[in-house]
């Protein structure tokens, strides 16, 4: 009990630890093994304890740990290492005994059961990724770990059964850094956007091998699974899709459909979702086809494309233009198309529906067995709801509280009721919606009104959301929330980035939306979903914000377009500051398309919202600007500035004019107006005047101040870190950029090392591709040629990755040294060195240019960083 208190949570600190090869030492060892395990968790358990760590359980050989603080943690994991070391082991040991310890830090909840969160299983693998004695460390943990122990980044890798690249990071002890160790014991990276923690399936091996031999053994290259909603499609097609990572060299995609609206929105999400929407120039097709030739085979699911059928067409020109292409769709019906396969997925057999039903029960705590006394019950219950997992799912929630028989009876009852009143509702619906009915109808008013108020919701979303929109007429969001989910009608998921979220799984969603659409107050939710996202990208419009400003808006992508939707249709004026807003954040995204799509209906609308007017055609400037429109820009810009009315806006307007100042070389224009607009947030808040002051730093720098721009840059700094402000994302690459310019090349090197690592983890191509730029220049000056032609040309690889990007407008600073560098090296040898780069993959890219980059800054020596890129 006591020590149930102590158990941290939250997001707290990780250790995993383990004995490498114990079961073969424990065999070898025989009497022997008893006292060095005994010392072993001796040793342990006082290091831990030494740092106030709790230990949550040890299995067998295997320590797991939890700490408040994870300084503390890294102490308590490194002096554990040192601690095995220093003791004397008997012989048949050998030297040490050889622990390897895995150190994340993220959210976990603790329960009666212990620990759950998908971060507890993200620690394992990074243990498990471990040599022995060597601890590794996630990104997460060394961000947070600070100076307390010294690290080597070993670049990203991927973890079992996590889809997407991690980057790692090895604890350097007394000396013994990556290079004492072979690289980390990890799946072989594939670029892919698949969400961490796939679904367990039951009985679906059948239907997995014939999706797997359909698109693999036989070739085939549009797959479609279709069945009912709720029969178990997505699921089963992340599962294949994760089984086929291994195959898809080039990746696998996920491009979710289900709240596109027509069947011309499908390419753009594809676009999307592969991360090829940079350029206006180019339709999505020809951004899809741009990024994907060429580089081997690939995976694309479209989930939920139902209602888009008619984008077939389109999706077997994608096909023939893309020879390595396979796609897996996910819907209800077929495309009908001659070069389809259709993959039909049934209810599950009754032995699996009884396992499923089990399960539910199991992890809501109950402890009958549908092999007892039960199971024909249970087995009517199945049958009633036609072996559909997601009823069965809805049903076994309910054995809670209701007896089997219970459960069984009311079930008859209400799937006879539907019957009879929605005679037109399709069929294979039927047991789904009436499931849905009798469970609502079972609980109290507050509970069934949320579900419906949830239809407005595009996807999951965080509890704040949730409680802001549906919420406003006091209804207890939270309480209605619990009782949703107990009995799962609403679900709460753990995504990769360390949000816990809540939504309707895809099926109920839609009956949900059906049920929100024929209600009458239908709109005053839908105006109330769209306030909130107003109010999210509204707080974030002029990028100068804290950091989790900037993020909640971005991620509220699927919403906002949801909303914006609806305030269109029915002539909102919210659409107008809404659209504006939006159109600036996805120009901020590098997402110039859909910014301009945007834009057109808000340019176009009469209004006299001067605020709204302005951040509409600072986005339109910066567009035009990255197509090299730069005239229009500058009109635009203009137009911008003449138009804001409050000093944020004006602010933005003033910065965004001098970029494109200087994209026409007028540096002192840029400083005029960067400055002013500076002045104009100086006395008002933190982020504000740090993002002012970070493009005023930018423009002094152009303008050849180069102390000034420095030391306005450490005020951006001492300004904006108490509030993490976004501005701190584009310090590295301004600190490297001055470096650079002042001759200090090896701290440029680190600087962009640094930048390239943090972009990386935003996903902020445009970033990466500017940094990418700026090292390979900076290598040259080194005189670093071959790693210099190297950087380049994965700089180009990125470059045509995202679609073409504009240059920098700093970038002549740096010069041409790649001219001189290919000639220093002889031309064949360039391009040899050239081809390479391009050849590194999208998802190491960054890794192998930080190894490039540190390696020139002697931060890490030679040998480790040959061999951990090769
Ligand atoms: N084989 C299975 N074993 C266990 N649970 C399953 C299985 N198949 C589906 N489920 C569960 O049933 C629910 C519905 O599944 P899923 O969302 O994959 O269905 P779908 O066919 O994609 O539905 P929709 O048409 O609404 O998109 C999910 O909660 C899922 O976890
Ligand atoms: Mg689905």
């Given at each position: 009990v006591v020590e149930l208190q102590q158990a941290p949570q939250g997001t707290i600190a990780l250790l995993f630890t383990d004995i490498e090869g114990s079961t073969r030492l424990a065999s070898k060892l025989g009497a022997v093994w008893g006292d060095v395990l005994a010392n072993h968790h001796a040793l342990l358990s006082q290091a831990i304890a030494a740092e106030?760590?709790?230990?949550d359980g040890i299995e067998g050989d295997a320590f797991f740990a939890t700490f408040v603080d994870a300084a503390a943690a890294a102490r308590a994991a490194v002096a554990s290492l040192r601690a095995l070391r220093a003791h004397r082991w008997?012989?048949?040991?050998?030297?040490e005994l050889a622990v390897r310890m895995g150190l994340h830090v993220g959210f976990v909840e603790r329960r009666r059961t212990g620990y759950v969160g998908l971060e507890v299983h993200r620690a394992a693998r990074v243990a498990a990724a471990a040599h022995g004695g060597q601890l590794l460390l996630t990104g997460a943990a060394r961000a947070l770990t600070g100076d307390a122990i010294p690290v080597e980044p070993l670049g990203s890798h991927r973890l079992k059964d996590f889809p997407s690249p991690e980057p790692l990071f090895c604890a350097v002890v007394d000396g013994r850094g990556?290079?004492?160790?072979?690289?980390?014991?990890?799946q072989e990276l594939r670029p892919t956007n698949l969400p961490a923690g796939l679904p367990a399936l039951i009985g679906r091996e059948e239907d997995l091998q014939r999706v797997r031999s359909a698109l693999?053994?036989?070739?085939?290259?549009l797959v479609t699974l279709t069945g009912?909603?709720?029969?178990g499609k997505t699921s089963l097609a992340l599962v294949a899709a994760s089984e086929l990572l291994d195959e898809h060299e080039a990746g696998v995609w996920l491009v979710n459909l289900?709240?596109?609206?027509?069947?011309?929105e499908v390419l753009p999400a594809v676009a999307g979702a592969i991360g090829?929407?940079?350029?206006?120039?180019?339709s999505a097709q020809e951004a899809v086809i741009a990024r994907l030739r060429g580089r081997g085979r690939v995976l694309l699911i479209l989930d939920n494309l139902e209602r888009l059928v008619a984008a077939g067409p389109e999706l077997l020109e994608l096909l023939d233009a893309l020879p390595d292409l396979h796609i897996l769709i996910t819907s209800q019906?077929?495309?009908?198309?001659?070069a389809e396969r259709c993959v039909p997925l049934d209810a599950l057999e009754e032995a699996a529906a009884l396992a499923l039903i089990d399960r539910v029960r199991k992890r809501r705590?109950?402890?009958?067995?549908?092999?007892?006394?039960?199971r024909d019950t249970l087995l009517e219950v199945a049958r009633l709801l036609d072996c559909l997992p997601l009823g069965l799912e809805l049903a076994a929630a309910r054995l809670g509280l209701l007896s089997p028989n219970q459960l069984r009876d009311r079930l008859r009852a209400s799937t006879d009721l539907l019957q009879d009143s929605a005679a037109d509702r399709p069929d294979r619906q039927r047991s789904l919606r009436a499931t849905v009915d009798w469970t609502l109808s079972l609980l109290e008013v507050c509970p069934r009104e949320l579900f419906v108020r949830m239809g407005v919701f595009a996807g999951p979303v965080e509890l704040d959301d949730l409680e802001s929109v549906a919420g406003?007429?006091?209804?207890?969001v939270l309480e209605a929330l619990a009782r949703l989910i107990d009995v799962a009608l609403a679900r709460r998921i753990e995504s990769g980035d360390g949000r816990v979220r809540f939504g309707l799984p895809e099926a109920l969603r839609q009956i949900s939306a059906e049920m929100l659409g024929s209600s009458a107050d239908a709109d005053r939710w839908r105006r109330s979903h769209a306030r909130r996202q107003h109010d999210l990208a509204w707080s974030a419009r002029?990028?100068?914000?804290p950091a989790n400003v900037f993020r909640a808006a971005s991620a509220a992508d699927a919403e906002a377009t949801a909303a914006l939707r609806w305030a269109r249709e029915i002539g909102d004026p919210i659409a107008i500051p809404l659209g504006a807003a939006r159109a600036m954040l996805l120009a901020a995204d590098g997402r110039f398309r859909e910014a301009l799509s945007v834009l057109e209906p808000v340019l176009r609308s009469p209004t006299d919202d001067r605020s709204a007017t302005s951040i509409a055609l600072c986005a339109y400037a910066v567009t035009l600007c990255v197509l090299g429109r730069l005239d229009s820009a500058m009109t635009s810009a203009d137009r911008a500035v003449e138009s804001a009315a409050d000093p944020e806006t004006r602010a933005l307007a003033l910065s965004m004019r001098g970029v494109i100042h200087a994209y026409h070389r007028e540096f002192e224009a840029d400083v005029q107006d960067s400055s002013e607009a500076t002045a104009l947030l100086r006395d008002r808040d933190p982020a504000g005047y740090a993002g002012a002051l970070l493009y005023e730093a930018q423009a002094r720098m152009m303008a050849g101040e180069l102390d000034r721009a420095r030391e306005q840059l450490a005020e951006v700094e001492r300004v904006g870190r108490p509030v993490d402000a976004r501005a701190l994302w584009h310090l590295d690459t301004l600190s490297g950029d001055i470096a650079v310019l002042t001759g200090h090349l090896q701290e440029g090197c680190q600087h962009y090392a640094r930048s390239l690592e943090a972009a990386e983890a935003r996903g902020d191509q445009l970033q990466i591709h500017h940094d990418l730029s700026s090292l390979g220049q900076t290598l040259a000056m080194m005189g670093r040629d071959e790693d210099a032609l190297d950087v380049a040309g994965m700089t180009e690889a990125h470059a045509v990755q995202i679609g073409g990007v504009a240059a920098r407008p700093?970038?002549?600073?740096?010069?041409?040294h790649l001219g001189p560098a290919a000639q220093r090296v002889g031309s064949a040898l360039a391009e040899e060195f050239k081809t390479r780069g391009r050849a590194v993959p999208a998802a190491t890219r960054v890794t192998v240019a930080c190894q490039r980059a540190r390696r020139a800054a002697g931060q890490v020596n030679e040998d480790v960083a040959v061999r951990t890129s090769e």
């Open positions: 106030d760590g709790f230990v008997p012989a048949e040991v050998g030297d990556a290079a004492a160790f072979p690289p980390p014991r990890t693999v053994d036989e070739g085939e290259r009912r909603g709720g029969v289900a709240t596109a609206a027509s069947p011309d090829a929407d940079r350029d206006v120039t180019v019906v077929p495309l009908r198309l001659a705590g109950a402890m009958v067995s549908s092999h007892g006394p039960d406003i007429d006091g209804l207890d002029t990028l100068f914000v700093g970038d002549h600073f740096h010069g041409n």
